[in-house]
């Protein structure tokens, strides 16, 4: 098994010659205490785009009674895992595999827009 590559500190990677715009990721629980109104699951849920999946996006996250989009993947994950044991030649596998990724994608989306662009950037005011 491959060993997976150590990340450099912060203060390496801030002494890194790096082409183009610098970015910081962080957290949830940052994009949470930033603006909650963008980063909750239940925003998130409303702007992500599910139209690729191959069922009715919000049937699927009703049915899991929830809308943390982790607990769904895991558990389309987990089905295809399954799946691979009951029925190796079910193209129903592949189905749920690229659904995972399409609600992962379709997490990734909307905290990327809704992200601070620039260092100090403060939350739009709430009334």
């Known amino acids: 098994m491959a060993q997976a590559k150590q990340l450099p500190t912060f203060q390496e990677a801030q002494s890194q010659k790096v082409k183009g715009k610098k970015s910081l990721l962080l ?11 963008a980063f909750s699951y239940g925003s998130l849920r409303k702007k992500a785009d599910l139209s690729g999946l191959s069922c009715d996006g919000k049937l ?19 089905m295809d895992r399954l799946l691979s044991v009951y029925d190796p030649r079910s193209s129903l596998s592949a189905k749920v595999a690229n659904d995972a990724s399409i609600i992962r994608d379709a997490l990734a989306k909307p905290q990327s827009t809704d992200s601070p662009s620039q260092i100090g950037e403060s939350p739009p005011a709430t009334v």
């Open 27 to 37: 957290g949830n629980g940052f994009s949470m205490a930033w603006k909650a109104s």
């Open 60 to 78: 699927l996250f009703d049915a899991l009674e929830t809308n943390d989009f982790e607990i769904v993947i895991e558990r389309l994950e987990a």
